[in-house]
Structures are given as structure tokens and as C-alpha cells.
């Protein structure tokens, strides 16, 4: 049971270039969730799936897409990278909502020069 | 719309003090509140929870309990360790959401030193 994980765990992106980071799941949850950390900013939702099939923009979704094609995974996608974009990017995933915790993975590190 | 205000940090103390990181929400409704934990280089993991007024969520020696009346969900420990040494945050569920996304403080950093 490897819980969430996340690869790549480090990329380095040039200004425009595009790129698609994975998260998976082998817990059968059905929610799952995209955020980034920033210094002194928390975790920000970026976006989020109640299922297979379904995606939803969080508080800042502007210049990322997902897509949830099986219930396992859940991928972000930078079409054109952007120094602002420049971030640590966490997912995780939880069973059901409201009192159910969310499980995280390990994180990536994304740099855009 | 819903928010966490925590304690700003670095908090820094030594070995076998109490700690306190103070958390303050504001939501509608009734939403779960939450203390994560990140240690370094790592993903958060939960720390504890509690999903309504006056529940005491607990682990690892950390309590917190959700007081409605302050809005509150403050952090305590009575003895902390070096190994405690990490990033804390406060956090929410979003009932106004479909996923109920978590709505995080800014976190605050803990450094034990012994």
C-alpha cells in the first residue's frame, strides 16, 4: 500500500514550455485534489475531482488543467509555464468529504526560469 | 468567506516546554477542523481532528478542541520534543465546496531545540 504518490518529485521548466505532473492513488478514494505551497501562503487549492471522470476549479486554477480519466489518478497539466508558477505542488486524495482526512503525497518541486 | 488565521512563527522552544499555536476560523455552517503536520522534505499528515463543537481531537501528546463560542481550534502540547521540530497547519473543510477542499492557515514553524 503505497498510499499517494507523486512523480516527478523535482522539475526545473524553461518559460513556456509545458509539462504534466501525476499523482496516484491506490487507496480507492474518491475525491481527489490538487494544491500548491508558497512561502507564507498555506496550501492553496488548485483543483480538485469528486470522481472518476469530474474535475472542478479550486481558488487558483488559471494556467493549470486536470484530468481524472481513471479513479486512481489525477494529473495537472501546465500548458505554458510561468515563473509565477514556480511552486511546490501537493496532492492528495480522501475517501469522502467533510470529516474524512486527506491523505498527501510527497510533493514536486517545480521551478519555471 | 471561510478562513484560518494562525499564529505567525517561527515559534521556538526548548525541550520539554509547552506550546501553544493558536488557530481562529471563520466559516458558515458547521465545518471539521484539522491540525497537520509537515516534517521536513515530506507531504502533511494529519495530526488530529475534530468534527464538532467541543470535540477534543488528540495524538501524539498534541490536543486541540473546537471551541464554537471562539471560534477557535488552538494547538497544545505539554511537553515538546526535538522530534516535534516541524511546520503546523490549521485547516478546515469547505462545506461551501462539492469536494470539501480543505482551507489551510499559513502555517506555523516549530524548532525545538534540546
Known amino acids: 500500500n503505497a498510499g499517494v504518490t507523486q512523480t516527478p518529485k523535482f522539475r526545473v521548466l524553461k518559460t513556456g514550455q509545458s509539462m504534466t505532473l501525476l499523482c496516484a492513488q491506490d487507496m480507492n478514494h474518491e475525491y481527489m485534489y490538487w494544491y500548491r505551497q508558497d512561502p507564507g501562503m498555506g496550501l492553496r487549492l488548485i483543483h480538485y475531482?469528486?470522481?472518476?471522470?469530474?474535475?472542478a476549479k479550486g481558488e487558483v486554477p488559471d494556467g493549470y488543467n486536470v484530468s481524472r480519466l481513471k479513479k486512481q489518478n489525477f494529473l495537472l497539466g501546465l500548458e505554458s509555464a510561468a515563473p509565477s508558477q514556480t511552486s511546490v505542488y501537493f496532492c492528495?486524495?480522501?475517501?469522502?468529504?467533510?470529516?474524512?482526512?486527506?491523505?498527501f503525497g510527497p510533493g514536486t518541486r517545480l521551478t519555471v526560469t | 468567506g471561510n478562513s484560518v488565521t494562525q499564529m505567525e512563527g517561527p515559534v521556538t522552544l526548548s525541550e520539554e516546554a509547552f506550546l501553544t499555536i493558536n488557530c481562529t476560523y471563520t466559516a458558515t455552517g458547521y465545518p471539521s477542523l484539522f491540525w497537520y503536520v509537515q516534517y521536513p522534505g515530506e507531504g502533511l499528515q494529519l495530526l488530529l481532528k475534530a468534527t464538532k463543537a467541543d470535540d477534543k481531537g488528540s495524538n501524539k501528546g498534541f490536543e486541540a478542541t473546537y471551541r464554537k463560542e471562539t471560534t477557535s481550534f488552538h494547538l497544545e502540547k505539554g511537553s515538546v520534543q526535538v522530534s516535534d521540530s516541524a511546520v503546523y497547519f490549521c485547516a478546515l473543510s469547505d462545506l461551501n465546496q462539492a469536494g470539501t477542499a480543505l482551507i489551510f492557515g499559513k502555517g506555523t514553524t516549530l524548532s525545538v531545540s534540546s
Open positions: 475531482s469528486v470522481g472518476e471522470g469530474t474535475t
Open positions: 492528495a486524495s480522501s475517501y469522502d468529504s467533510i470529516s474524512y482526512e486527506q491523505y
